[in-house]
């Protein structure tokens, strides 16, 4: 069974450019979450969605979002890109609130801002 | 607001040498506790969660954790260390109820093995 697949595996973008991250769920998982992983430091939750919903948002500006399509994959928008947007992006999937269950970690997006 | 403290960046290790790595959350709810593993420029791995009853859990790779609830401490012991387990350990804490996610991480624990 494939696990979480991220797209791109690698990119660069210049200061102020947009970007779009991508994710494919396990299948049958219907929850999607993402956090940022700066580097040397643990991940930072950004969002969680179920059924095209959003229903977890951590401290991050405006100019993150997120969005779920009807087949549980999910993008990840960063507007107006910062020297300091420049991290690993984790996708991770789940199924939603179960109990004593844990989410499923993709490789990630390597995103540099130059 | 939740955090979770790992005090130790850095350590090092023989290989064959007993290992603990030190996990200290603060949690205003019911608290479930991971660690997870990870290789440079890769994505996390699980190696143990709790989640309630007996507060010594096993997990993959020879890995276990002890939950102390008086101490708020999530510890992560392996009694033999081998060469693999180098890499970055990040100790987390969740909702009981949302399986595994929104997760809040530490800043990490990079194990380095002598040889």
């Known amino acids: 069974d494939a696990g979480v697949t991220q797209s791109p595996t690698h990119l660069i973008k210049t200061r102020g450019q947009h970007v779009t991250l991508r994710c494919s769920p396990i299948s049958g998982h219907k929850s999607v979450s993402w956090y940022q992983q700066v580097l040397g430091q643990g991940p930072q939750f950004i969002f969680q969605y179920y059924e095209k919903e959003e229903r977890g948002r951590g401290n991050f500006p405006d100019r993150f979002s997120a969005r779920q399509f009807p087949n549980y994959s999910s993008e990840l928008n960063v507007n107006a890109l910062l020297l300091g947007d420049s991290a690993l992006y984790l996708c991770?999937?789940?199924?939603?609130?179960?109990?004593?269950?844990?989410?499923?970690f993709g490789q990630g997006t390597r995103l540099t801002v130059v | 607001a939740q955090s979770v403290t790992q005090p130790d960046i850095h350590i090092t290790v023989s290989e064959g040498a007993s290992l603990e790595l030190r996990c200290n959350y603060s949690y205003g709810a019911t608290p479930y506790l991971f660690w997870y593993v990870q290789s440079p420029g890769q994505g996390l791995q699980l190696l143990l969660k709790?989640?309630?009853?007996?507060?010594l859990v096993q997990g993959i790779k020879g890995f276990e954790a002890e939950f102390k609830r008086s101490q708020s401490s999530f510890n992560l012991r392996k009694p033999s260390v081998h060469w693999s387990d180098a890499a970055e350990y990040f100790c987390?804490?969740?909702?009981?109820?949302?399986?595994?996610?929104?997760?809040?991480f530490g800043g990490g624990t990079r194990l380095m093995v002598k040889p």
């Open positions: 991770a999937s789940s199924i939603f609130r179960v109990m004593n269950t844990e989410a499923f």
């Open positions: 709790y989640f309630s009853g007996d507060t």
């Open positions: 987390a804490v969740g909702p009981f109820n949302n399986a595994g996610n929104m997760l809040t």
